[in-house]
């Protein structure tokens, strides 16, 4: 496209005019899918592979929160959902659907072969986790923004 440059500037001023005046936008938050747990193998030493199917091609998101807790319900349904370990993926993660392979080592490791991410967590035998979706909420009145959580995903208990 070769514009005169004068003919190019108007263009983005009249862009820019229309998009700060537009009022069409939503105000509700996008619904991230929550995750399925597949699986959950101890791998020794505290270090555990999990194994997560997940569908997410919104902009918007930015990873996943793991909960443990002492039973099914309270991983599922915490108390507070910002209490949880979170590992944000890269953009170029955002695939639909894709089996991940999330590794969870209180340690602060690199990430080994075959792992999306590596969560810096400590599981106890016989407690139970969930996963839920973080999603980008961005606040346009303050300029803000924070994570969104999505509805929990299945549990399952650690070996």
Known sequence: MNLPRAKFASFLLLTFVW???????????SVQAPPTLISITS????????????????F???????????TE???????????GTDCILAQASIVQPIEYTFE????????TAGVSC???ATLSPGSYISMR??????NLQNSTS????SLPSNALIVP
């Open 19 to 29: 998009v700060w005046n537009c009022t069409n936008y939503s105000t509700t938050a």
């Open 43 to 58: 791998n020794g030493n505290s270090n555990f592979t999990i194994k997560v199917r997940a569908q997410n091609p919104e």
């Open 60 to 70: 918007i998101f930015q990873g996943y929160r793991l909960y443990q807790a002492a």
């Open 73 to 83: 319900s309270l991983a599922q349904n915490p108390t507070d959902t910002n209490l």
């Open 104 to 111: 969870v080592d209180p340690t602060t490791k690199a990430n």
């Open 118 to 120: 590596r969560i810096f």
């Open 133 to 138: 979706t973080l999603g980008l909420a961005v």
């Open 146 to 149: 924070s994570y969104r959580v």
